[in-house]
């Protein structure tokens, strides 16, 4: 009886692996047939691979000044134009890039992470455990979002780091509601209590059992979240906080320059362009895998 039990589960594995496989098919399939959504993840490529590829890209060392050539406007040799200091606008924006996208990034992952830790335990323990932990969401999401931002910004100081810490706070909440909720569902079903039933850990329960089938909704509010956060960095950074001179952030580009917005619209407008463009393309993905993973919605 032992042997027939072994080659049962070596033959189901197959099976499982290929129906996930089927599911992805088809997730890509409904994602690439969404035309604003293939654009959005073109575009984001785009961005990944300017930020990869910067020091190539760049004509201008981003730090380089020139007070002789400061606030020209765009030209061959200036595409873009330069800023108060004669730096190049056109380099700056590309090396921008790579520290925009690490803000959203890093500040997605720090929030998937405790907060995926904190659902799954409130989720699936539930009791006490469970009230502490959302009493603890209910305490931090009722500060304002940015506002939470400036306490932790400036209790933590100016910098890349801090910034992205800052930022990933506020997303613990939201990223460990909508895990727990995920649970709360999930964890009286059937695969469940079969799992249960063979002695299974409660972390390799929650983790490897039932976060899988959770974390769809979760994939698709980060993606749209890094648009958001990268936004909330550029406004810290605007109002003194988070990143600023000479790191060539988008947001503190249009800090320095908003002083000159009235002679020189042009260091104000092209870096916001450049971010909106980017936040556009974003949101335009996630809504295309939100309707790719859960096509009832777009109903």
């Known amino acids: ?50 930020a990869i590829f910067a020091p190539i890209l760049t004509p201008y060392n981003y730090a380089e000044f020139s007070l002789v050539e400061k606030n020209q406007g765009m030209s061959w040799a200036h595409i873009c134009g330069t800023d108060q200091y004669g730096r190049d606008i056109f380099s700056r924006l590309l090396y921008g890039t790579r520290y925009s996208l690490l803000l959203g990034l890093g500040a997605v992952v720090i929030g998937l992470a405790l907060g995926i830790i904190l659902g799954c335990v409130a989720g699936y323990f539930g009791g006490w455990v469970e009230t502490l932990i959302m009493r603890g969401c209910d305490v931090v999401q009722s500060i304002p979002g940015m506002l939470l931002a400036v306490i932790i910004s400036v209790s933590l100081g100016i910098g890349v780091m801090q910034t992205i810490v800052a930022l990933g706070i506020g997303r613990i909440a939201l990223c460990c509601r909508m895990i727990r909720a995920q649970f709360l569902s999930q964890r009286k079903l059937e695969y469940v209590e079969a799992a249960q039933a063979t002695n299974c850990s409660k972390a390799r329960l929650m983790f490897v059992h039932i976060l899988p089938n959770t974390i769809s909704p979760l994939i698709v509010s980060s993606t749209m979240g890094v648009g958001g ?10 109002i003194g906080l988070g990143v600023q001179e000479p790191t060539p952030e988008w947001g503190a580009m249009l800090s320095g320059a908003q002083s000159l917005m009235r002679h020189y619209p042009y260091q104000v407008i092209i870096p916001g362009l450049f971010m909106a463009i980017f936040v556009l393309s974003l949101n335009l993905f996630g809504d295309g895998l939100r309707d790719a993973l859960d096509p009832k919605l777009k109903n």
């Open 1 to 50: 009886m032992p042997e027939l039990e072994k080659t049962e589960l070596t033959l189901d594995e197959p099976e499982d692996s290929l129906r996930k496989q089927s599911q992805v098919k088809e997730v890509m399939k409904r994602l690439f047939r969404d035309r604003l959504a293939v654009v959005g993840m073109v575009i984001f490529a785009i961005y990944v691979l300017i």
């Open 229 to 238: 956060t990268i936004m909330m960095a550029a406004n810290l950074s605007f």
